[in-house]
């Protein structure tokens, strides 16, 4: 990440200790973000995070001149400083190992609350044998279209952009291919896709570890990637199959996500673990990887995304959006922490004089 000017002369130790706390990071990760420009002093966050704005400037306030820090946002590139699409900062597959942990839903709800934090999000559907993104955004009758006969606009939906093979292939028709075709497809949907300028490139990977997937880890620069799993030991076996191939391929596992944890009753407020207790920990311990949120098992989840509507924009205060929300902030932190041990691409912008 590139910061015009450290701020120099000023004691600014307090504001850092302040920053480090609340976000949970070590003071020597944070003390870069502060930077003077016009003579103040300006916090400058890496990573998705919104809506924390307010009350980490609270708690500034409460410090000798906290008062005066400006804050804003300005998500840092990810990844190999060499890699190509320039536009878009991060690259992050979503994987889980099997197919009915939920991975897709998962997907559209992070990537809409990543936006909601202020990030610019898009999602690629990677999973060519049945990609549902398209049903879940709720423009699965529409194509992308072309200016120039070779490169496809991606479609826009509640704030995000998107492509899949599925707005290309009919509905009622199956993308009959072997593992190569299938995977030169994912390559041409993110290659020849004009994505504009993206934060976040979410991408929602097939079930398995086979072909799309190391084509994806092997020859696409992502970031890091999400493992989402359900408590039970049989999504749990898949999910620690998917952390090894990505742990092989050297791609940094950001965390896991534990879908379907419990069912709440509406009525009397009572939990009941449908599908047992404890895995997303003890997989997350197991693999030394942050262990991300739960997501409970609930109907309105499975009425937005068969609607193809977005619960976090319709409800931004429920139960169900406020998990997505804390999952997606841990999801941009980790990534943001998992870049600073890799080789940065560098954000520079040039101003002319006036």
């Given at each position: ?227 989402v799993t359900t408590p039970q030991n049989i999504a749990l076996a898949d ?116």
């Amino acid at each position: 990440m590139f910061f015009k000017k450290r701020h120099a002369g000023t004691d600014i130790s307090s504001f850092v200790a302040c920053v480090a706390g609340f976000f949970s990071l070590p003071e020597q990760k944070v003390s870069g973000w502060f930077t003077s420009e016009d003579g103040g002093l300006v916090l400058t966050l890496p990573f998705a995070c919104q809506s924390q704005h307010q009350g980490l400037s609270l708690a500034l306030q409460k410090l000798d001149g906290g008062d005066k820090i400006q804050i804003r946002q300005n998500i840092a590139f990810g990844g190999d400083a060499k890699r190509g699409h320039r536009s878009i900062r991060n690259l992050l597959a979503v994987a889980s190992g099997k197919g009915g942990v939920g991975k897709s839903t998962t997907t559209i709800n992070l990537a809409l609350a990543l936006a909601s934090e202020g990030a610019r999000v898009g999602i690629l559907d990677a999973d060519i044998y049945g990609p549902s993104i398209p049903i879940m955004l709720g423009n699965a009758g529409e194509h992308p279209k072309s200016i120039d006969n070779r490169h496809m606009q991606p479609l826009q939906a509640h704030g995000l952009v998107a492509n899949s093979i599925g707005y290309l292939v009919p509905a009622d028709d199956a993308a009959v291919w072997r593992g190569p075709m299938a995977s030169k497809a994912l390559q041409q949907l993110l290659n020849e896709t004009l994505w504009p300028q993206l934060d976040y490139l979410l991408i929602d990977m097939p079930p398995g570890t086979g072909d799309i997937q190391l084509t994806l880890a092997q020859q696409v620069p992502v970031s890091g990637a999400l493992v989402v799993t359900t408590p039970q030991n049989i999504a749990l076996a898949d999910a620690q199959k998917a952390i090894a191939m990505f742990n092989k391929v050297k791609v940094p596992v950001l965390g896991v996500l534990e879908n379907m944890s419990y069912h709440q009753c509406e009525n009397c407020g009572h939990k009941e673990f449908l599908f047992a207790q404890g895995g997303g920990e003890r997989i997350s311990g197991q693999n030394k990887v942050p262990l991300l949120g739960h997501i409970p098992l609930d109907i309105h989840i499975r009425e937005y995304t068969d609607a193809g509507k977005a619960l976090i924009v319709d409800k931004p205060q429920s139960v169900i959006s406020q998990a997505y929300g804390a999952a997606a902030r841990q999801l941009a932190k980790q990534l943001y922490i998992s870049g600073q041990d890799q080789a940065q691409a560098i954000d520079i912008s040039i101003k002319e004089a006036d």
